[in-house]
């Protein structure tokens, strides 16, 4: 068996890919300034950085999980979501409003995708 693991650190990776899975940790944005829209943006920026290193597309996405700080924002982030998710490819998602470990960060998306 084996497992690759990429961005190694004292907590977590990453990236994990085992039997040409891909399982990202949960992205978050680092500019916690921005609102909804701004976060949901970055952090899928770094979905999709991450997935390209990995060998893999937004198109390849097996699950995504979806972690919002307040219900409210659930139409801002889901604006984001429609322009970047490719149609056709949309992913099985849930959504859940959760009490993030930063109280400055408003959403966290964990991706499960195939490599390319």
């Known amino acids: 068996m084996t497992i690759e693991r990429f961005h190694v ?4 990776s990453e ?3 085992h039997n040409q899975t891909i399982y990202l940790a949960g992205q978050i ?3 916690t300034t921005q609102d909804i829209v701004g976060q949901t943006r970055e952090v899928l920026g770094h979905v999709d950085r991450l997935l390209a290193e990995a060998g893999s597309d937004r198109t390849c996405i097996l699950m995504c999980q979806i972690y919002i700080s307040d219900m409210a924002n659930f139409p801002g982030m889901n604006s984001v979501w429609d322009e970047w998710v490719p149609q056709g490819h949309t992913p099985p998602r849930a959504t859940v ?6 109280p400055a960060c408003l959403v966290e998306i964990c991706i499960t995708a ?3």
Do not use: F, H, S, Y
Not at 97 to 102: C, I, S
């Open 114 to 116: 195939a490599v390319r």
């Open 15 to 17: 990236i994990a890919i």
């Open 29 to 31: 944005a680092e500019d």
């Open 97 to 102: 409003e959760a009490k993030l470990a930063n």
């Open 9 to 12: 650190g004292k907590r977590l």
